[in-house]
């Protein structure tokens, strides 16, 4: 951990507590917590006693060791496996409990992500990615994640240049990928095709996106990012609105999304789209089980209260045929309207990319120096996601922390010239 306040903060999130439940657990008040957890550059800020220090370590110890007494000795790789293979298909195989193991893994993978330590437990290892429809960061982003493991990557883009232009079979496809790499990360159009890829082989897939169908990646890594912005917040995930604006039916982020915030206990759903481009009927009604609200409204208005607002872009390639009309301007999130509507500390979130062209009315580039934006507090956190779900499923999750060395090469401290100052790499 960087700093006093990185660590006290991580805490908090590991531990579940708000800052006035930690300064009571550590029996401090919570005025002196509040010191320990400014900025160290700031004049207010004050050092943690060494004890106070032990002793959250030590209350994060025994928390781990209560995880491990609680996984009955069943690897994550198992407990998250389809049809008993170590392959990611939908965010369905995840429970809380495993989700949360695999945030511990990824936050072991951030000193890597961010530059600071070189890991080669991959190396040897070969990823081939399959990448049928249009992509930047997923494909770079699982490519990169795999590479700063040490494995090295094979890239397909394009169903023009694959033998499946040719009339190549799924099976036949992935069974042919299969003799040549180690892991599979596949986008293809058609829901339900990845998932015909992954039967055709034992080796890891990672279903990238399927048509209108999951992004579980894409999921994780929003879940991971909300779990960090309220940590820095002081909020916690239970109970938390979340508001879900634009194109509810065919973004895939978003049916994966729902699915694991619905882990949570007591959340407040609103989602806001044209009524054409609604949220599923099935996935609003698994949103609505156990005790969660669900409210489904064409206002922007309704993102009032908001702890997260998540936009997405229209995806227009998914309904040639259909006669809709796309957003018109009262369904842009922009700065007067988060301004007018949503509080201080609402963070604003989309998975990108933003469609920026004249009248597409996708989230506003207004926001761009507005801190509660996390578009690319998302974006960078996919690294450390992707690369503990490599490292899960492929069996080498224990060996990051003993097999770590200091990077050679200068990065700067902002990968942004627009980063907000907790945006830093250190
Ligand atoms: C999304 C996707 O492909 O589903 N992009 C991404 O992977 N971050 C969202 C989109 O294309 O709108």
Request: glycine share 6%; net charge negative; proline share 4%.
């Amino acid at each position: 951990m960087d700093s006093q306040q990185d660590f006290l903060r991580d805490a908090m999130r590991r531990l579940n507590l708000t800052r006035d439940a930690f300064a009571e657990r550590l029996g401090v008040r919570r005025r002196t917590l509040d010191t320990w957890l400014l900025p160290e550059a700031s004049g207010e800020a004050r050092a943690m006693p060494d004890m106070a220090q032990k002793f959250v370590s030590e209350i994060l110890f025994r928390e781990a060791e209560g995880h491990d007494a609680q996984k009955h000795h069943r690897p994550l790789a198992e407990r998250m496996s389809a049809d008993g293979r170590p392959q990611l298909l939908s965010v369905a195989q995840f429970e809380r409990e495993s989700l949360e193991e695999l945030f511990r893994i990824t936050d072991v993978m951030q000193p890597i992500a961010r530059r600071h330590k070189v890991c080669r437990v991959l190396e040897g290892a070969v990823m081939g990615s399959l990448f049928f429809e249009a992509s930047t960061r997923t494909r770079v982003s699982f490519g990169a994640a795999f590479s700063r493991l040490g494995g090295s990557v094979c890239d397909t883009t394009g169903f023009t240049f694959s033998s499946m232009a040719k009339g190549e079979s799924i099976y036949d496809t992935s069974r042919v990928m299969a003799g040549y790499v180690d892991a599979l990360v596949i986008r293809h159009p058609e829901q339900g095709s990845v998932a015909e890829f992954a039967r055709a082989t034992n080796i890891p897939v990672i279903n990238a996106g399927d048509g209108p169908g999951e992004h579980p990646s894409q999921a994780i890594l929003d879940m991971y990012t909300i779990q960090r912005e309220f940590s820095r917040l002081g909020k916690l995930m239970d109970g938390a609105h979340i508001a879900m604006v634009g194109d509810l039916k065919y973004g895939r982020t978003v049916h994966s999304l729902i699915r694991l915030l619905s882990l949570y206990k007591g959340m407040k759903f609103t989602l806001i789209s044209p009524s054409s481009l609604e949220m599923p009927a099935y996935l609003i009604e698994l949103a609505s089980t156990n005790g969660h609200v669900v409210e489904v409204s064409t206002s922007l208005q309704d993102l009032k209260g908001a702890d997260v607002v998540y936009a997405t872009r229209i995806q227009k390639e998914r309904f040639a045929g259909e006669n809709i009309e796309g957003y018109t301007p009262e369904f842009q999130v922009q700065k007067s309207l988060v301004d007018a509507v949503c509080k201080p500390d609402t963070i604003i979130m989309h998975p990108l990319p933003r469609d920026a062209r004249a009248g597409a009315n996708d989230l506003s580039t207004d926001l761009n120096l507005d801190p509660r934006l996390a578009i690319f507090r998302q974006t960078d956190n996919g690294i450390p996601v992707r690369m503990a779900l490599f490292a899960v499923l492929m069996g080498v999750e224990s060996q990051i922390a003993r097999n770590l060395r200091d990077v050679t090469w200068r990065s700067p401290a902002f990968v942004g010239p627009d980063d907000a100052v907790f945006d830093t790499l250190d």
